[in-house]
């Protein structure tokens, strides 16, 4: 339990780091090349609007051209950039390459050729930015503005960027990872706390129990059969029973070292507990049918996987609807096994499903009564699954409730978990 909390807290904290950083990586660099773009285009707009030469800085020119793109004395000589006029027919008039040197009359052809064929007013082609102005009468006007060095700038802003963030990343989770032990340990100080005081009260209840039961068996031989006497025993013998439930569920939240795992055989295990439950399953008017594959072994607690499949089969037996069929499955799923039971429960509500498995929690109170349950069977599987690094979960279709726990079977040393 610890672990996966620990693990939870890992993942919980790194996915929404991860989720920061993605989106101010998306804003600066979304917002940088938006920049670029707005900055491109106002400068085509200002090579058309000035017939393609860049006005002086202190000259007048229309505010709106100058929106976005700032003329120094140096702009003639740092931009490149050429214009191509055009007929109604899309026929070449005329090419102004004399401000661009990298392209020679074919390739600038070639360009207004993909530009034409895009069928767009503005956009990229390749590096450069260009834009289509129609001229009525007369034609259009192709502007085309060289942006490497701006487009180069903003792919090593994001270089830059996604190599800040991943190493941001690394460190927060090395300084999680480091200090994740000490930001649980109140949790767990507090867990073992609550396990010791209930295994504590449990045992210092047993006395007075035991007391109790002593004193109203000698009452019972002084004055023969009472009722009174009768329930009083029958109440001490039920405290007594939830004390001992109370102390298992209690160990077995406990972690389970690696030493005290051994090779067990699910298998047999299984096929114990049935044959076990068999009898009282028939005794109640109920059937019980198993299906287990052979040679299925993991490393665990024989003990507790044995009561395991008796706690699953005891809850089968007990709110399985009369004349039901109960049916428990062991089978492999590639690394894990799977131990299912299954039994027809018509009364049971699918949204009582996630609730199955709090502790003293009964989804039918006067049957859990009159069978004698607690409420804590399904936690102590559980509790018992999770000691196994599994997982129990419980699943409703057709009226028929099948709980399944997921088990890690042995590697090949048959000494650690899956």
Known sequence: MIRALRRRFLLIAMASLVGTLALLCLAINGGYRHLITQRADAGVELLYQTGGEFPAPQDPVDPAAHSGFQVTLETPFETRY?????????????????HIAALDRQMVLKQVGGILDGGRRAGYLGYYRYG???????GSTIV?????????????????????????????????LLLSRRVTRPFVENLERQRQFVTDASHELKTPLAIISANTGLLSDSLGENRWLESTQAQVG????????????????????????????????????????LPLAEASGKSLSIQVEPGLVLPGVEDNLSRLCSLLLDNAVKYCDEGGAIRLSLARRGRWALLSVANPCASLDPAQLPRLFDRFYRADSSRSRGSGGYGIG??????????????????LSGGVVT??????????SGERFS
């Open 144 to 176: 085309v503005l060289d942006c490497f060095l701006q487009l180069q700038g903003a792919g090593s802003v994001l270089r830059i960027t996604l190599l800040a963030a991943g190493f941001c990343i690394l460190t927060v989770f090395l300084l999680l």
């Open 378 to 395: 399904l936690s102590t599987a559980r509790a018992i699954v999770a000691r196994h690094h599994g997982r129990l979960t419980a699943h």
């Open 403 to 412: 709980f399944t726990a997921a088990l890690p079977l042995a590697t090949r």
């Open 82 to 98: 050429f214009i191509v006029h055009l007929t109604e027919n899309r026929e070449v008039i005329e090419v102004d390459a004399e």
């Open 238 to 277: 039920r405290l007594d029973r939830l004390i001992q439930n109370l102390i298992e569920l209690a160990r077995t939240e406990e972690t389970l070292p690696d030493e005290a795992a051994a090779p067990v055989e699910l298998s047999q295990i299984a096929e114990r507990a049935a044959e076990d439950f």
């Open 132 to 138: 289509v102005f129609d001229e009525a009468d007369s």
